[in-house]
């Protein structure tokens, strides 16, 4: 074999060598960035349900003064900055959703209509009307703990939060402590339910006598 034969030989060799080391690097670099995505997605996982636990706290203030137990809170930079929670039969008034008041005390807050840096973490679905506020307040992120097949306008029924045709949509995550969130409402129901039962089995029933 020649001179130039051999060193044509080394150069692929040492090509071969580089390519491997490359290939192992990129390897190496691949599991390190789904190490990073991985700890970033348990990281966000525990904040939304340690989040989304505080909202369930205001549902059950609702649920306190015998309201939908619907909650929600505002959370900016990592920190709760809003809360709200169902008072529309005690406010009687139709706007008095546990989203509007959570936003109207958020922008309150920041001092700005634009909600742009914010979280907002709900037990139910918003509504038509939560849902066109959160996009009318530029709300980048909804986290949602369980859906409502007659009213949710983020994907049960319309999807207001993503309409391509408005200015503005949401990230959206779902069924954040859905089974908790759920329980919330369908005890409520059961509950109010099995109240109306026991009354009107009192109703029937003939008066105690005194004597």
Known sequence: MSEDELE???????????????????IKDREKAIRAAQKDSD?????????????????????????????????????????????????????????LTAIREACKKTGDWRLEDC?????????????????????????????????????????????PGFNHQCDITYDVLHDDCAAMITGFFRRLREEKRLAEEDVGKPPIRMD
Not at 8 to 26: F, L, S, T, W
Request: with cysteine.
């Open 119 to 163: 979280t907002l973490y709900v037990t139910l679905e918003p509504c038509p009307m939560c849902a066109g506020a959160i996009v009318q307040a530029r709300i980048p992120r909804v986290v949602i703990g369980t859906q409502n097949s007659k009213a949710g306008c983020a994907g049960s029924v319309i999807n207001l939060l993503k309409m």
């Open 8 to 26: 044509q030989k080394r150069q692929e060799a040492a090509e071969a060598r580089k390519k491997a080391k490359e290939e192992q690097q990129a």
């Open 43 to 99: 990281r966000q996982k525990r904040a939304d349900e340690r989040f989304m636990n505080e909202a369930i706290a205001e549902g059950r203030r609702a649920a306190a003064i015998r309201e939908v137990p619907i909650g929600a809170v505002i959370v900016r930079n990592g920190r709760i900055i809003a809360r709200g929670y169902n008072r529309r039969n005690n406010d009687r008034n139709v706007l008095s959703h546990a989203e």
